[in-house]
């Protein structure tokens, strides 16, 4: 008889190593690994794991690469919504996890698995946001999930490997690192309290440019498209050349405080250069461009669109109605942005813009009105206090 096949969302850490072996020796099934590449890895660590996933005993190992789709079927609207979770976070990790199990899910399709596996333990969001995925998009497949089922210790799961004659340097870090395009999560001792901040050395990029530099921020239709006036091929190719120059300035670091999909707060460092600098540009560039009820209902859709999202409701129909309001928006959306990088922060300073609605030709705020008189905000602002008015004086009698 043929072993049952099974498709494991593979990064080459403890857990998913303990799971290629206790799916081959213990379960006897035929294991598939697949690392999903959301922009965290070098071509040199995607080969590693790859040699390690042979070595384990898998049967195959594939590297999906969804980075462009990442950007084109999710970021871009995180950027059209200017989307930070709790105002602080710009769901680096949350959107990931989407498109690595979509990615696993369709590949499973492809090699016809009848069972998907992860690592996540029964702890955080990550088991959510697989499972409900695979429900969506595999609800024919058996979800295994050992670290999770069987509430292993991190002891545990090495002794286990060393048994399968798995012998290494299992260290646990200090701190657990996740990378991303979208930016990297920093968890430690000092996130799983309250009063703790990050040390300097936990964070993976470190500060080495002090002088003050400006930059300026090119955008079309909503999307980063150049920087310092050069075009490149794709926002992809700008977000990484933003993070590189603002990295140096150890921009973009901060602590995440939010709800977690199981009903408990958490915490979690990250740095995010390049994402804080694109909304924060992006939102400038809105507010000069758009009228107050357009501002008004992208911040609600936006944040609605950055709730689902983190709790793992990514394939939810209403998702693509908010991304068609949100992607009609960005049609002005238009010009130049002007930032000043210094060490550990940013200053967005000013804008261009042929759209810009902050126009001298109607008048100039607090100096001149051009385009209507005295009388006419007399008149105005009489209509604007009647009902109050109205209001007040019934209830004074």
């Known amino acids: 008889m043929s072993k049952p096949k099974v498709i494991l969302a593979f990064s080459g850490g403890l857990d998913t190593s303990f799971c290629v072996k206790y799916l081959t020796e213990e379960r006897g099934m035929e294991v598939h690994s697949a690392l999903v590449d959301t922009g965290g890895f070098s071509p040199a660590e995607l080969k590693t794991i790859e040699e390690k996933a042979y070595s384990l005993g898998v049967t195959s190992h594939v590297t999906l690469d969804v980075v462009e789709e990442y950007y084109q079927d999710c970021l871009k609207y995180l950027v059209y919504g200017n989307v930070l979770k709790n105002n602080t976070y710009p769901l680096s990790v949350s959107a990931e996890r989407v498109f690595q199990a979509t990615a696993v899910a369709k590949y499973a399709a492809k090699l016809g698995a009848k069972a998907i596996a992860h690592g996540s333990t029964g702890a955080g969001n990550d088991q959510v946001r697989f499972d409900v995925v695979f429900r969506i998009l595999a609800p024919e497949c058996e979800v295994i999930t050992p670290i999770r089922d069987l509430q292993l210790s991190r002891e545990a799961e090495i ?44 964070w993976p990029t470190q500060l080495t440019k002090t002088a003050p530099e400006k930059i300026s921020l090119q955008f079309e239709a909503g999307q980063l498209v150049g920087l310092d006036g050069k075009k490149f091929p794709s926002t992809v190719a700008a977000i990484r050349e933003l993070t590189e120059r603002a990295g140096a300035f150890a921009i973009g670091r901060d602590i995440h405080v939010g709800d977690t999909i199981i009903g408990i ?10 994402p804080l600098i694109i909304i924060k540009a992006h939102h400038l560039l809105e507010k000069h461009v758009l009228t107050k009820h357009q501002l008004y209902w992208k911040q609600n859709i936006g944040d609605m669109y950055g709730t689902l999202l983190h709790e793992g409701q990514f394939l939810e129909p209403v998702m693509r109605n908010f991304e068609t309001f949100l992607a009609d928006t960005q ?9 000043t990088l210094s060490p550990y922060q ?3 300073t000013g804008m261009e813009s042929k759209y810009d609605l902050m126009s001298s030709v109607f008048g100039a705020y607090g100096e001149m009105n051009k385009a209507w008189t005295g009388d006419d905000v007399r008149g105005f602002s009489k209509i604007a206090s009647n009902q109050t008015m109205i209001h007040r004086k019934v209830n004074e009698q």
Do not use: C
């Open 265 to 274: 707060k958490g915490r979690v460092g990250f740095e995010a250069p390049a």
């Open 346 to 348: 940013f200053m967005v």
């Open 159 to 202: 002794e286990f490997l060393k048994s399968k004659g798995v012998v290494q340097e299992w260290h646990k870090s200090t701190y657990s690192i996740n990378k991303g395009l979208w930016g990297t999560s920093v968890g430690g001792k000092e996130t799983l309290t309250s009063d703790g901040y990050l040390p300097e050395e936990a």
């Open 331 to 339: 049609g002005n959306v238009a010009g130049t942005v002007y930032v």
